[in-house]
């Protein structure tokens, strides 16, 4: 018996398909690699931005989290980015809430260091830009951070956080224990938006945040035409003929080619 030799062709007829959304703490879920994809966890210092180099899964009071920090057993001196494991159980350590599927970073101890979560932008285009920093920690006063989000370097915010969100159904606590930052950004290919937290005035004890950015492609505001006019409800002039918003000369030729005709049916010598 002759054998048939079957060829199975899977043809993946869609093109290689990017990313057009990005949302920190899902991105962030198991990110044993860093930088992971358009995300960088690090720190920024006197000379820049550089990556956390020692990444750690760390079961920690029955919860899993992995961890981004400056080095082992360092979670201090340039800060640390981490997240509780997507279906982990809650746990409170070190004076905070922490829960699964949450990022919770503690700015870093070193003089001028700037813990910071760095988004690389992979393509010219509009993007939808929403950050959030929110205090985690219970003891008094809750997270005191300050935050930036910048922009090639440059803060385009800068506030605080002051406060605790509180646990599943508490009243959050604190002068400010949330706050966010939402616009639309025109972005160049390797602009990057640095999303970071130091500890403020009180320095970084019990300082854990959740962090979250999320980013999203966005189409251009689109330029209002003629044809709008009519769905914004005031509609062309009767004389615009040609209907370029705009009654004259051109609108007077079209009028014109037509001049003395008729097409009276009842008169004949009314032709044309
Ligand atoms: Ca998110
Ligand atoms: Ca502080
Ligand atoms: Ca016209």
Same mark, same amino acid.
């Given at each position: 018996m002759k054998k048939t030799l079957v060829t199975v062709c899977v043809l993946l007829l869609s093109s290689?398909?990017?990313?057009?959304?990005w949302d920190l703490d899902l991105d962030f879920e198991n990110a044993t690699v860093n930088p992971n994809g358009a995300w960088s966890y690090g720190y920024i210092d006197g000379s820049g931005f550089a990556l956390l180099t020692d990444g750690v899964f760390d079961p920690d009071n029955g919860s899993a989290r992995y961890c981004w920090r400056y080095a082992a057993d360092d979670w201090d001196?340039?800060?640390n980015i981490q997240k509780i494991l997507e279906g982990e159980a809650n746990?409170?350590? &070190?004076?905070? &809430?922490? &829960?699964?599927?949450?990022?919770?970073?503690?700015?870093?101890e070193a003089e001028g260091v700037r813990t910071a979560i760095r988004w690389t932008c992979p393509a010219t285009g509009n993007y939808s830009v929403s950050a959030m920093w929110q205090g985690l920690?219970?003891?008094?006063?809750?997270?005191? !951070?300050d935050v930036t989000l910048e922009l090639n370097g440059t803060a385009i915010f800068t506030n605080y956080v002051a406060g605790f969100i509180g646990r599943p159904g508490e009243e959050a606590t604190g002068t400010q224990p949330e706050v966010g930052y939402d616009a639309v950004l025109s972005l160049?290919?390797?602009d990057t938006l640095d999303m970071t937290i130091t500890g403020g005035a009180d320095g970084i004890s019990s300082d854990c945040t959740n962090m979250d950015l999320e980013i999203a492609k966005a189409?251009?505001?689109?330029?209002?035409t003629?044809?709008?006019? !009519?769905?914004?409800?005031?509609? &062309?002039?009767s004389?615009?003929?040609n209907r370029d918003c705009y009654v004259n000369l051109e609108d007077f030729a079209e009028f014109a080619l037509d001049w003395l005709k008729c097409n009276d049916p009842v008169d004949l010598d009314c032709i044309d």
């Open positions: 290689v398909l990017f990313s057009e959304t001196t340039h800060g746990f409170e350590d &070190y004076n905070s &809430y922490r &829960y699964g599927g949450e990022m919770c970073s503690g700015p870093g920690s219970t003891k008094s006063g809750g997270t005191t !951070v160049a290919e390797g189409s251009a505001p689109s330029t209002p003629c044809d709008d006019l !009519v769905t914004m409800g005031s509609g &062309y002039f004389m615009d003929f």
